[in-house]
């Protein structure tokens, strides 16, 4: 028996689901209540044909959650069917999860009657109670469910007569809300509004961050505005549709897309939208979302919000932080701290408070700006401020501005023209690494995720800064020109003269943008330029479409060159002088068929030729590139050899060779990369790796090997990460652990059969990668900080020796997935099971969480084939919540252990993630606080049989939510985006 799929998974299939006890209703109002639905077309789910007995049907509990509304009608035996009671609960569950309307019809019976389960109720749960006297929970959750359903506005047949007329008013009601519903497809739209710098985009951040677990898929699309400026829609567009579809090659306007995404419950923020039509050019009409789809739009303008369809309920104005929450925000920047500080400080801060408005951007920054400074610089910056009241954010940046120095303002107005979004090593490395950072610490830009960010009104405040400029500074004359940057979307045809360039010798910044691809070239001649570009520091333009750069180009200066798909096939010929050329970038130009000679590039950090599938040769360095840090190849089909002279560079720490099947040696001084973190050589042949990767490979090759993988005689100590995915390894060394700071061990899809026992030796290990590992027959203890092992699919995996050390010493989240791994003994896996959890509720982990104070403790997830629950879950159910025992919650209590079957029907198979929503609640004085949600979650996968998904965890209360919880009661239940059979808790 399957539990709902929730209306997340499950497409919507009926308007209204009945629910009612067939003896009583059947042939008389139920019967004619459905006839009026189906005469006004609402799509009705009746169960007027199944044959019920003990338990619901998968295929009913589909119906429920595939409903939009519920309605249950309560007549005087409908307590007496355990049916009906699973089903309420079933209906209950989808009401507080997904919103679901539930209406209920007091037929013939007393709301009272339901609520306080007297009369025929009590009678019904009389017998019960007899049959049912050792599942006092089950019929603790169905009272509850009634009296829950009973305070529910609804109808009551004594009210309103004759039975037509209450018919009437129940179908008149139901059109009301489906129409309601209809209006906005069901999609929770929400807007929020408010000037630049207020904090929309954060409190987005925020919410976003919160609640995306509970939908199939979420997307954050940040900076529409500035995209669509761009004209990047069409990519911003590819990569929301590839995240809630995971297709990389679809088309909005079909048909069939349309319904594909009608199937899901998605999340989406359009954060700073200025029109309508950039959502739509999106994502298309917002109808086409899945029922309980929630959007989320930040704007400037409110009229936009209007016409996106919201009236004024769900736009949401953001106003500024009040004057505590200021004070606060204010003192984490220009104290770092948030504690008490002097008085004299205290009056200069409530100063700062008074002009800034509760503004959050001008907080941040004039705290970054005030951090550190004397009494008297704090009274002229607020003097600025008194002097423009009105214009707050710009004086105060421009007092930023004013503090720094003359090379940081040029760094600060290159990001502000050129840069914006760029990553930041690369802006770091055309202007200086300390500068991103003082810019980072003045609060004038950000960085996430590598990438260089700056708000909207910073930017405008350095165009102006440039706008104002005198003319001989400002650079227009083409003489002092520092920088080009064109957008090929905005552009019209252009025929370069030869010489157009020939005045602009000051040219620091040459970038062609073309990120919609669907725009043919529009510049040409480039490639006949007569101008040696002598003064250039970056040249960025992808998609280039010219076989090489100008004849006379002179990389003399050249720092940063990126050109990404491109039709080049040389760059230039002979040596150049590339003294200050620091990066290469020339991925997926697949027509280029070597590189040339850079032995003057002796600060050559980064050489990126990924993708270059023509590329036969890297021409060798006569010198030694000693500043290599970053060499990718990936995928250089064409390349058959890597040259000597590469490979001497002592910093050298990514190497990336995977798919370079041509090659046909490999220098033998690779052994002595002794800063190597990171190797990549996905699906190298035996042969390839051979001659440099002794102890590594089969035994019969062990006379041509010359060890230089074998960690006891190379130099590659600071290995981090390892990737020998499909190398057909039929062996691993014995002196593996010699490798002692790798984190990061991929080996899917080898076919040794064993793991070396000393792995257990790696202590910083956290990532052990055996996936598809076919002839793999045991696992030896493994080491104590494994954060993620990955063995699924290897099906002779049977022995899994001392395993129970993994898991009693970690103190944070763990994956452990043996999905597939159907020759597993059901033995050594109970025991596991058992021996973990004791261990895990051992006096170490309450010594640990009395020192730690709740801090850092266990939680993880595991994933094997059953169908069933250990016998030692205290609690089970087939349901999808349950309450949990009053008085759980006491200075006994370590945490929480869950188990969940996960059912695979006939003619399905989960491919994709296995995701299941974890929620705890405990009862407050008159509701449910969530104290824990979490978000379980395992794949990619693609299982056939039934799987058991285990989770543990340590962390459920903070130490205030614990303080409240004591001796209260509590409900866990879960969100099933798969079909659940049944789950357990431990406690």
């Given at each position: 028996m399957a539990s709902s799929s929730s209306s997340s998974s499950s497409q919507v299939k009926y308007d209204v689901f009945l629910s009612f006890r067939g003896e009583d209703t059947r042939d008389n109002f139920t019967s004619h209540l459905n006839a009026a639905l189906c005469r006004r077309k609402i799509v009705t789910f009746i169960d007027d044909q199944l044959v019920r007995g003990d338990g619901i049907s998968p295929s009913l509990l589909n119906a429920i959650s595939g409903s939009k509304i519920s309605i249950i009608i309560f007549s005087k035996g409908y307590a007496s069917s355990t049916w009906c009671l699973q089903e309420l609960v079933e209906i209950l569950n989808c009401k507080r999860m997904y919103g679901q309307i539930v209406i209920p019809v007091f037929y013939h019976v007393d709301p009272s009657v339901v609520r306080k389960q007297s009369g025929t109720y009590g009678d019904a749960f009389g017998q019960h109670e007899v049959k049912y006297m050792e599942e006092k929970e089950m019929l603790q959750r169905w009272r509850n469910a009634l009296t829950e359903a009973a305070n529910l506005s609804g109808f009551d047949s004594n009210s309103i007569r004759p039975e037509s007329k209450l018919i009437e008013t129940i179908i008149e009601y139901i059109l009301e809300r489906l129409n309601d519903m209809s209006s906005s497809n069901n999609k929770n739209l929400v807007g929020l509004w408010g000037m630049g710098g207020i904090g929309k985009t954060t409190l987005a951040i925020a919410v976003f961050n919160e609640i995306s677990s509970q939908f199939e898929a979420s997307y954050f699309i940040p900076n529409i505005r500035e995209a669509s400026n761009k004209h990047q829609l069409h990519h911003l567009q590819k990569e929301l549709l590839f995240a809630i579809l995971e297709d990389a090659h679809i088309d909005i306007r079909l048909t069939f897309v349309k319904e594909r995404l009608g199937r899901k419950r998605v999340l989406i923020v359009f954060d700073d939208v200025t029109n309508l039509k950039q959502v739509r050019e999106l994502i298309g009409d917002l109808e086409n979302l899945g029922y309980g789809s929630r959007i989320i739009i930040t704007t400037r303008d409110k009229q936009v919000l209007k016409n996106c369809g919201l009236n004024d309920s769900p736009i949401y104005e953001v106003e500024g932080l009040g004057s505590d929450e200021s004070l606060q925000l204010f003192k984490q920047h220009a104290f770092r701290q948030n504690h008490p500080i002097d008085e004299v400080y205290l009056k200069l801060s409530e100063r700062v408070i008074s002009y800034t408005k509760g503004l959050p951007l001008a907080l941040e920054i004039l705290g970054c700006f005030l951090l550190g400074r004397e009494k008297y610089e704090w009274e002229s910056a607020l003097d600025e401020l008194k002097k423009s009241p009105n214009e707050v954010i710009q004086t105060l940046l421009k007092i930023s501005y004013d503090g720094l120095s003359d090379k940081e303002k040029t760094l600060f107005l290159d990001i502000a023209c050129f840069f914006k979004g760029w990553d930041k090593y690369l802006v770091g490395t055309l202007g200086s690494h300390i500068g991103v950072c003082v810019l980072v610490d003045k609060a004038l830009i950000t960085i996430s995720h590598n990438t260089i960010g700056m708000h909207d009104s910073i930017q405008e405040m350095g165009w102006e800064i440039i706008r104002q400029e005198p003319i001989n500074k400002l650079g227009q004359r083409t003489d002092k020109l520092r920088g080009m940057l064109f957008n090929m979307v905005e552009m019209r045809e252009i025929h370069l003269n030869p010489h157009t360039f020939s005045e602009m010798a000051n040219l620091r910044f040459l970038i062609v943008n073309n990120f919609d691809l669907r725009h043919d070239n529009k510049v040409h001649g480039f490639d006949n330029i007569e101008f040696d570009f002598s003064e250039l520091r970056c040249l960025c333009w992808d998609h280039s479409p010219f076989p090489s750069l100008p004849l006379k180009f002179d990389p003399d200066n050249l720092v940063v060159l990126k050109m990404k798909n491109n039709n080049l096939e040389q760059l230039w010929t002979g040596i150049k002088n590339l003294a200050h050329l620091k990066y290469i970038d020339l991925s997926y130009s697949k027509h280029l068929l070597k590189v040339p000679d850079l032995s003057k590039a002796q600060n050559l950090e980064c050489l990126i030729l990924e993708g270059c599938t023509s590329l036969f040769e890297i021409t060798t360095p006569s010198q030694n590139l000693n500043k290599l840090v970053n060499l990718n190849l990936r995928n250089c089909k064409s390349l058959t050899s890597l040259p000597n002279g590469i490979c001497k560079s002592k910093l050298l720490k990514y190497l990336r060779i995977s798919g370079c099947s041509k090659l046909e040696r490999l220098p033998e001084d690779l052994r002595n990369l002794e800063s190597l973190e990171v190797l990549e050589a996905i699906g190298l042949s035996v042969r390839e790796l051979s001659s440099i990767m002794s102890g590594w490979l089969v035994r019969e090759l062990s006379s041509v090997m010359s060890g230089w993988l074998s960690p006891g005689q190379s130099g590659l100590w600071f290995l981090r990460r390892l990737n020998l995915n499909h190398c057909s390894l039929t062996e691993l060394p014995n002196d593996i652990d010699k490798l002692s700071l790798l984190e990061d061990l991929e080996l899917e899809g080898n076919n040794f059969q064993s793991i070396p026992s000393n792995i257990m030796n790696l202590s910083k290990l956290q990532i052990l990668n055996i996936r598809f590992c076919n002839r793999l027959q045991s696992l030896p203890k493994l080491p104590r900080n494994i954060e993620e092992l990955r063995a699924d699919g290897c099906k002779l995996l049977k022995a899994l020796s001392g395993f129970t050390n993994l898991i009693i010493q970690r103190h944070s989240g763990r994956t452990l997935n043996f999905s597939n791994c159907v020759s597993l003994y059901w033995n050594t896996l109970k025991k596991i099971l058992n021996d973990s959890m004791l261990d895990m509720f051992s006096d170490t982990f309450c010594l640990f969480k009395h020192e730690n104070?709740?801090?850092?403790?266990?939680?993880?997830?595991?994933?094997?084939?059953?169908?069933?629950?250990?016998?030692?879950?205290?609690?089970?159910?087939?349901?999808?919540?349950?309450?949990?025992?009053?008085?759980?919650?006491?200075?006994?209590?370590?945490?929480?252990?869950?188990?969940?079957?996960?059912?695979?029907?006939?003619?399905?198979?989960?491919?994709?993630?296995?995701?299941?929503?974890?929620?705890?609640?405990?009862?407050?004085?008159?509701?449910?606080?969530?104290?824990?949600?979490?978000?379980?979650?395992?794949?990619?996968?693609?299982?056939?049989?039934?799987?058991?998904?285990?989770?543990?965890?340590?962390?459920?209360?903070?130490?205030?939510?614990?303080?409240?919880?004591?001796?209260?009661?509590?409900?866990?239940?879960?969100?099933?985006?798969?079909?659940?059979?049944k789950f357990g808790v431990g406690i």
């Open positions: 104070k709740g801090a850092g403790k266990p939680q993880g997830v595991m994933c094997f084939p059953g169908s069933d629950i250990p016998e030692w879950f205290n609690i089970q159910s087939s349901g999808s919540s349950i309450k949990l025992p009053q008085g759980l919650f006491n200075k006994k209590f370590l945490g929480l252990v869950f188990c969940v079957i996960v059912e695979v029907e006939d003619n399905y198979n989960l491919d994709n993630f296995l995701n299941v929503v974890y929620e705890l609640q405990v009862k407050g004085v008159d509701v449910y606080i969530t104290c824990d949600k979490k978000l379980l979650s395992l794949g990619p996968m693609y299982i056939k049989s039934d799987h058991v998904l285990l989770g543990y965890n340590c962390n459920s209360l903070d130490n205030e939510l614990f303080e409240l919880s004591c001796d209260k009661e509590a409900i866990i239940s879960f969100n099933p985006k798969n079909n659940l059979e």
